[in-house]
């Protein structure tokens, strides 16, 4: 119900009541008998952050009326709730607004709702409603000043109209206040007394394992806006929380400062279809700008990570992940506990790809693989790479691509490929042009998109040799060096690569040596810490044991596998084990030098049939394996 106010402007009476009900809510709300979002406040004052995070399962339990009315006009509520947060923080710590500030604002962050949607499922029955929505984000923009509310000058008069709404473009004053004055179109916008905000988008794609059968993916623009801008990478699967909106599809909206126009039609067309506006189906075909799309306004995003209670309030920027994440109490207790386990680290390596029987050296590679070396940095600032990189090649039906698929499940940051069907610029980057803008922009490719994580690429031998040497620097320097369109940038590709091949031929010659049995040059292959070879030989005890167990998995499932951890355990372990630094004592320095010599000695060796030759490179890779091992004892010590 609506009425109007003492000022002649309309009240939104039920909104009134939602906001006061709302700052009922926070004032009282209470987890373990302490005032919960009190204590959200000195969290917001201790990161300087002016965004009031509330989990949307404590409004559920506080009242049911409450969070229906949220969750189905949240748009027209937002600016009544984001009021609410502010005069809950004026009354709680009336020095967070500062009196240099009076104007300053509370933005409100919703998450932890009880169903996140898919991508497909935002219809436009979803406009205006609260909902989460799951997906990888695969591009964003760079962040750039947003108006939110405009204050325009007359030209003809001198009246000054504040807080005029902009609706996803640059909207001015339809006529000016001053009864007098007749102007519509002469104005000026004051800049320091307008409202800008940072604003932010980013293309969002459903992931594919929602893709349906015979389906392309999805994408969907979603706006990011204040403190939540640059929270989403390429590459992150990430739930946001907020709102579908309906813009017109035109291309002016990210120019503020222009204005629309309809697109140029035939003079035949035109005289057709004089004095006549709106869309007139497939005759017209788009002449009218009468033309939508969905958009997806965010007040929150939180990143997938396979974690438990996952903290969305701060993200650090271009710092080691790993060394900041944080564990609660519980979670330790359960690493402590899988460490006591009798044969642990045989354990873990069992818990690897349960489904497939055997190859306990590739499940170990995987194993370090996933736990990492240590990253360095030298006093000249060079990167020394940390990541282990895996190469399995073998004869076909050796579960290669299912030690791929798993492992590409297993970590959070992950793309799977295959190297048949990718090309250069599909692996590192590629510039493209921004439709809005017509500005060239860097796209992800599979490496970018894996940075942080592992990159799983099949069918590595098939890939073209121009498309090898496009991953040389990535493989070793861990970084994307791009010169295209005017645009020069080096860019991160901090991934560990899983890939298998096939032999040449079909099957593994096991008379000759790795380098006539596979077609990868001697660059690429020196770059892998670990090559592995895969042969399938008759053995009828082998043979009986594989069949057992693949019949048994197919007869029962789950019940047929019984791994010591389970696969949220060992996520857990490794999120904790690549959080430690090992270093190397003077022990392990020595035994590391010595077995280098040794192996360039028997490279030399007169007679020696060695597949490629030992280079520093294999040196460094011992580094990491050892490092990667010492993470898999859990506990801070130096190697040896």
Not at 22 to 34: P, T, W
Not at 203 to 224: F, K
Not at 373 to 388: A, P, Q, S, W, Y
Not at 494 to 502: D, E
Request: hydrophobic fraction near 40%; charge should be neutral; charged fraction near 25%.
């Amino acid at each position: 119900m609506e009425a109007f106010g003492s000022g002649g402007y309309v009240v939104d009476e039920k909104a009134v009541r939602v906001e006061n009900t709302f700052l009922d809510f926070l004032k009282r709300f209470r987890v373990s008998g302490e005032l919960f979002y009190d204590a959200e406040i000195e969290a917001m004052r201790q990161i300087e952050s002016n965004t009031m995070f509330v989990d949307f399962s404590h409004v559920m339990s506080h009242s049911n009326i409450l969070q229906k009315a949220i969750s189905d006009e949240f748009l027209r509520f937002e600016p009544y709730l984001k009021n609410a947060c502010k005069r809950f923080v004026m009354d709680q710590k009336p020095t967070f607004i500062s009196d240099d500030n009076p104007n300053k604002d509370i933005n409100l962050a919703f998450f932890n709702l009880p169903v996140c949607k898919r991508l497909r499922e935002l219809t436009t029955a979803e406009i205006g409603k609260l909902v989460s929505v799951s997906g990888v984000v695969t591009r964003t923009s760079e962040v750039r000043p947003e108006l939110l509310q405009g204050t325009f000058k007359c030209l003809d008069c001198g009246g000054v109209i504040k807080n005029v709404e902009q609706q996803f473009k640059y909207t001015q004053p339809t006529i000016c206040v001053n009864a007098t004055c007749a102007n519509r179109a002469k104005w000026v916008l004051l800049r320091q007394e307008s409202k800008f905000a940072d604003w932010q988008r980013v293309r969002m794609q459903e992931t594919s394992n929602e893709i349906p059968a015979g389906s392309l993916p999805r994408s969907l623009d979603v706006i990011l806006r204040h403190e939540i801008v640059e929270k989403a990478r390429a590459g992150d699967t990430v739930i946001f929380t907020g709102t579908v909106v309906v813009i017109p599809d035109i291309m002016a909206l990210a120019s503020p400062g222009e204005r629309a126009e309809c697109r140029h039609e035939g003079s035949q067309q035109k005289n057709s279809m004089a004095g006549q506006d709106g869309v007139r189906g497939l005759r017209a075909l788009g002449v009218r700008d009468l033309s939508y799309r969905l958009a997806f306004i965010a007040n929150s995003v939180q990143i997938c990570d396979g974690r438990r209670d996952t903290d969305i309030r701060n993200r650090k920027k271009d710092a080691d992940e790993d060394e900041n994440q944080q564990f609660a109490a519980e979670e330790l207790d359960e690493v402590q506990r899988m460490r006591n386990t009798p044969d642990f680290f045989n354990k873990l390596v069992d818990s690897v790809a349960p489904t497939i029987f055997g190859h306990q050296d590739i499940k170990r590679a995987i194993l370090l693989m996933l736990m990492g070396g240590v990253h360095k940095f030298t006093h000249e600032g060079i990167n020394l790479r940390g990541d282990i990189n895996v190469c399995v090649v073998g004869d076909p039906s050796c579960a290669k691509s299912q030690f791929l698929k798993y492992t590409s499940g297993i970590v959070p940051r992950s793309v799977y490929t295959s190297g048949k069907s990718s090309s250069a610029a599909g692996l590192t980057a590629t510039v493209a042009k921004e439709p809005e803008t017509g500005e060239f922009c860097i796209e992800a490719g599979a490496l970018m998109l894996a940075d942080n994580g592992i990159c799983c690429i099949d069918e590595f031998d098939k890939m073209d040799v121009r498309d090898q040497v496009a991953i040389h620097e990535a493989m070793e320097q861990q970084t994307i060096s791009i010169t295209k369109a005017g645009i020069q940038a080096t860019l991160n590709a901090r991934t560990s690569i899983l890939a298998a091949a096939n032999p040449t031929g079909g099957r593994y010659d096991k008379t000759k040596p790795l380098k006539y049995n596979v077609a990868l040059p001697p660059a690429i292959l020196s770059r892998f810490d670990l090559v592995y070879v895969m042969i399938d030989d008759p053995d009828d005890q082998t043979d009986y044991h594989i069949a057992h167990h693949i019949v048994t998995v197919h007869q029962k499932r789950e019940e047929a596998l019984t791994p010591a951890f389970t696969t949220a355990q060992l996520k857990r372990y490794i999120a904790y084990a690549k959080t430690l630094k090992p270093k190397l004592n003077a022990e392990a320095r020595e035994l590391l030098v010595d077995s280098y010599v040794a192996l360039r000695r028997g490279d030399t060796a007169p007679g020696s049939r060695v597949a490629y030759r030992m280079t520093v490179r294999q040196l460094e890779a011992l580094i990491r394996l050892s490092e990667a091992i010492a993470r898999s004892s859990s506990t801070p010590c130096p190697l040896g």
